[in-house]
């Protein structure tokens, strides 16, 4: 099991900035893609970014890339999401997540198994 604690979320104005985090505990040492996922008022939860813990690889979606950038600190087991340029289309509760097992690759958002409780990201503007 994997315990995933979010925080770092709230309100910014458009063109502005945030940083999430989220610390990570219990068997991290078996889930090497960590990642964030966000979900607005009436639609689906969509993925955000991901990161191979095992050498860093990153992989974006459309829509934030340029913009945001994840990043970790293994030996905190913390992950971190910087958002840059935010827009109001970012409004978003704002989840970390771990994937069971280790994987050669991380890309992609399907099949992450342990979920944080969410943080509210707010762009006015």
């Known amino acids: 099991q994997v315990r995933m604690v979010e925080s770092g979320g709230g309100s910014a104005q458009a063109g502005g900035s945030l940083r999430l985090s989220c610390a990570a505990s219990g068997n991290t040492y078996s889930s090497n893609c960590m990642g964030w996922f966000r979900q607005a008022p009436g639609k689906e939860r969509e993925g955000v970014a991901t990161?191979?813990?095992?050498?860093?690889?990153?992989y974006y979606a459309d829509s934030v890339k340029g913009r945001f950038t994840i990043s970790q600190d293994n030996a905190k087991n913390t992950l971190y999401l910087q958002m840059n340029s935010l827009e109001p289309e970012d409004t978003a509760m704002y989840y970390c997540?771990?994937?069971?097992?280790?994987?050669?690759?991380?890309?992609?958002?399907?099949?992450?198994?342990?979920w944080g409780q969410g943080t509210q990201v707010t762009v006015s503007s």
């Open positions: 990161i191979n813990r095992r050498g860093g690889t990153t």
């Open positions: 997540a771990a994937r069971a097992g280790l994987r050669v690759a991380c890309g992609g958002f399907s099949s992450y198994n342990y």
